[in-house]
């Protein structure tokens, strides 16, 4: 049930005290012995909050080491990019990891303004660097220091390897055990140099003028110029703030930033649909603000938001107000492969995870594009994207990239900054705004109805649920449809969901474990309506409990 304030301004009672944030970061110990203090990598990094020591100085520098330890063995020798959002706890962790990979002899680069990094810039950094390469002396890797959307009292840390886009679960899994391991033995083992000495030793690179100059490669902005698109950028108080001024000075197109504010605790955000704060760009109650800005200044077509590290987009029209993610996801496939990108390869395919909309199945269908579908997690599309075999890859969350105008990688994590300047490529091209189109291809393919709700799940159900067979699934019909699939491995690359995905002729629902709460996550669509969608869900709980049970 959404919170009564949600879509309204934060009071100074619902405010992090950053002050006492940061003390916790330095004051407060983990408890090695307890799973919830200790560092686990999730689909993006570690995350958590000083306050509940589970994002504190010791869990970087071990993660940190852990980290240096990591690239040692796979013989990753060459420079390492490091970013940081505008979260309180990022320039403490930020500072805290500069001094043990200067500790430990990391040619380490961060900003040259000394400025905040998108998470996108790092991992064009990175593939800028390697030049093509994923092997051999001399290769580059980065950490981004951000919990992305996450509320402001929580801290995160993520490890970009030399492929440019966020480590996998091989990779992860050793850091993390490292980390821990360095945790429970009182961070002996750890080098540190005290931070004066590291900053002095760190370099310089232009992170958001390599990463602004090129953007001409990968999204048409002399057609955003020439149609004299009116664009109003929200960074939402995050780490793209400098870059979209930049942007609209550099490229001469007719943009303009909303909210240029950085302040950690983000008192200028409307609270989100759980009355907390959280930067989520794709959540119509923390895009409140926006969405009213647009309808009551004319003299704009659209609004974008980003993130706090601006890997997610969030997509605002004068016709519809903000844009769910699945719907621009299905008009961005249909204008990039539908003609917009002549020079890709015939072979490049459509990536999507298995729980965003079927409208881009039928999209990819109408345009007879291949379509893969691979769990959860951005890490899937990283392969194809590199070697230029995806067009495409997105996320029902609001996270995608894309190639560059050649057919050649342009990021291999999400990039919420493309993704909005895309939005405005195709109303410069179309005269249409994105979910004018979007309105064409329902007209085209049928109207789904789609929704995530969660269900209550203790510690060992949430296991065995990430463990399901697909033999464990008796029912053979779902909300009065035959079902004609129970799927347990992605249908794209045969790996493991971590959960249960069943489909019908005109439905489907998936179940999967969340990775910080008591709870599962249903996520379920239906062509046939609302109420369809309604049974589809109904009935999703008992097929899992069932066969849970």
């Given at each position: 049930?959404?919170?009564?304030?949600?879509?309204t301004?934060?009071?100074?009672?619902?405010?992090?005290?950053?002050?006492?944030?940061?003390?916790?970061?330095?004051?407060?110990?983990?408890?090695?012995?307890?799973?919830?203090?200790?560092?686990?990598?999730?689909?993006?990094?570690?995350r958590?909050?000083?306050?509940?020591?589970?994002?504190?100085?010791?869990?970087?520098?071990?993660?940190?080491?852990?980290?240096?330890?990591?690239?040692?063995?796979?013989?990753?020798?060459?420079?390492?990019?490091?970013?940081?959002?505008?979260?309180?706890?990022?320039?403490?962790?930020?500072?805290?990891?500069?001094?043990?990979?200067?500790?430990?002899?990391?040619?380490?680069?961060?900003?040259?303004?000394?400025?905040?990094?998108?998470?996108?810039?790092?991992?064009?950094?990175?593939?800028?660097?390697?030049?093509?390469?994923?092997?051999?002396?001399?290769?580059?890797?980065?950490?981004?220091v951000?919990?992305?959307?996450?509320?402001?009292?929580?801290?995160?840390?993520?490890?970009?390897?030399?492929?440019?886009?966020?480590?996998?679960?091989d990779?992860?899994k050793?850091?993390?055990?490292?980390?821990?391991e360095?945790?429970?033995?009182?961070?002996?083992?750890?080098?540190?140099?005290?931070?004066?000495?590291?900053?002095?030793?760190a370099?310089?690179?232009?992170?958001?003028g390599?990463?602004?100059?090129?953007?001409?490669?990968?999204?048409?902005?002399?057609?955003?110029?020439?149609?004299?698109?009116?664009?109003?950028?929200?960074?939402?108080?995050?780490?793209s703030?400098?870059y979209?001024?930049?942007?609209?000075?550099?490229?001469k197109?007719?943009?303009?930033?909303?909210?240029?504010?950085?302040?950690?605790?983000?008192?200028?955000?409307?609270?989100?649909?759980?009355?907390?704060?959280?930067?989520?760009?794709s959540?119509?109650?923390?895009?409140?603000?926006?969405?009213?800005?647009?309808?009551?200044?004319?003299?704009?077509?659209?609004?974008?938001?980003?993130?706090?590290?601006?890997?997610?987009?969030?997509?605002?029209?004068?016709?519809?107000?903000?844009?769910?993610?699945?719907?621009?996801?299905?008009?961005?496939?249909?204008?990039?492969?539908?003609?917009?990108?002549?020079?890709?390869?015939?072979?490049?395919?459509?990536?999507?995870?298995?729980?965003?909309?079927?409208?881009?199945?039928?999209?990819?269908?109408?345009?007879e594009?291949?379509?893969?579908?691979?769990?959860?997690?951005?890490?899937?599309?990283?392969?194809?994207?590199?070697?230029?075999?995806?067009?495409?890859?997105?996320?029902?969350?609001?996270?995608?990239s894309?190639?560059?105008?050649?057919?050649?990688?342009?990021?291999?994590?999400?990039?919420?900054?493309?993704?909005?300047?895309?939005?405005s490529?195709?109303?410069?091209?179309?005269?249409?705004?994105?979910?004018?189109?979007?309105?064409?291809?329902?007209?085209?393919?049928?109207?789904?109805?789609?929704?995530?709700?969660?269900?209550?799940?203790?510690?060992?159900?949430?296991?065995?649920?990430?463990?399901?067979?697909?033999d464990?699934?008796?029912?053979?019909?779902?909300?009065?449809?035959?079902?004609?699939?129970?799927?347990?491995?992605?249908?794209?690359?045969?790996?493991?969901?971590?959960?249960?995905?069943?489909?019908t002729?005109?439905a489907?629902?998936?179940?999967?474990?969340?990775?910080?709460?008591?709870?599962?996550?249903?996520?379920?669509?239906?062509?046939?309506?609302p109420?369809?969608?309604?049974?589809?869900?109904?009935?999703?709980?008992?097929?899992?409990?069932?066969?849970?049970?």
């Amino acid at each position: 049930m959404a919170d009564p304030r949600a879509g309204t301004l934060a009071t100074p009672a619902d405010l992090v005290d950053v002050p006492h944030l940061v003390a916790s970061y330095y004051n407060l110990q983990p408890d090695p012995e307890d799973p919830a203090q200790q560092v686990v990598f999730g689909t993006s990094g570690h995350r958590g909050s000083s306050l509940r020591s589970a994002f504190n100085e010791t869990h970087i520098l071990a993660t940190t080491q852990a980290i240096v330890d990591y690239r040692t063995s796979q013989g990753i020798d060459g420079p390492l990019f490091i970013g940081r959002d505008t979260h309180g706890l990022s320039e403490p962790a930020w500072a805290s990891a500069l001094e043990v990979l200067v500790a430990n002899d990391v040619r380490v680069l961060v900003d040259d303004r000394d400025g905040y990094t998108p998470t996108p810039a790092v991992s064009h950094a990175i593939l800028r660097a390697n030049a093509g390469r994923l092997s051999g002396p001399g290769l580059a890797d980065g950490i981004v220091v951000t919990p992305s959307h996450n509320p402001p009292s929580d801290g995160g840390f993520k490890y970009n390897p030399p492929h440019g886009g966020p480590a996998d679960s091989d990779a992860t899994k050793v850091i993390a055990a490292r980390a821990n391991e360095l945790i429970r033995a009182g961070l002996a083992g750890v080098k540190r140099v005290p931070f004066a000495a590291a900053r002095r030793k760190a370099e310089a690179y232009d992170f958001l003028g390599s990463y602004v100059d090129d953007l001409p490669n990968v999204v048409d902005l002399t057609a955003i110029r020439d149609a004299g698109v009116r664009i109003a950028a929200d960074p939402l108080g995050g780490a793209s703030v400098a870059y979209w001024g930049e942007i609209a000075e550099r490229h001469k197109i007719n943009l303009n930033v909303v909210n240029e504010l950085v302040d950690p605790t983000w008192r200028f955000m409307p609270l989100d649909w759980d009355g907390k704060i959280r930067m989520d760009c794709s959540s119509p109650s923390a895009m409140a603000e926006l969405v009213r800005f647009l309808e009551n200044t004319p003299e704009f077509d659209i609004a974008t938001g980003n993130d706090a590290d601006a890997d997610r987009h969030g997509i605002v029209t004068r016709d519809a107000g903000l844009m769910n993610p699945n719907h621009f996801l299905a008009v961005a496939i249909d204008h990039l492969f539908g003609g917009a990108r002549p020079d890709w390869p015939a072979t490049a395919r459509i990536g999507k995870t298995l729980v965003s909309s079927s409208m881009i199945d039928r999209v990819a269908g109408a345009i007879e594009k291949p379509l893969v579908e691979v769990p959860v997690g951005f890490k899937w599309f990283v392969p194809g994207l590199i070697d230029g075999s995806f067009g495409f890859g997105g996320e029902e969350s609001a996270g995608a990239s894309f190639l560059r105008f050649d057919g050649t990688v342009w990021t291999t994590d999400k990039d919420g900054i493309i993704l909005s300047l895309l939005a405005s490529e195709i109303l410069a091209h179309t005269g249409k705004s994105p979910s004018e189109r979007y309105a064409e291809l329902v007209a085209a393919h049928g109207e789904p109805a789609y929704a995530r709700i969660d269900a209550p799940a203790s510690r060992e159900e949430k296991a065995k649920l990430a463990a399901l067979s697909p033999d464990a699934v008796t029912a053979t019909s779902l909300a009065g449809e035959e079902i004609t699939a129970k799927l347990t491995e992605a249908p794209g690359n045969g790996a493991a969901i971590g959960g249960l995905k069943v489909t019908t002729e005109s439905a489907w629902f998936a179940a999967r474990p969340s990775g910080t709460e008591d709870v599962y996550k249903i996520y379920a669509e239906s062509f046939r309506g609302p109420d369809h969608l309604a049974e589809v869900q109904e009935e999703a709980r008992a097929v899992v409990s069932t066969a849970l049970a």
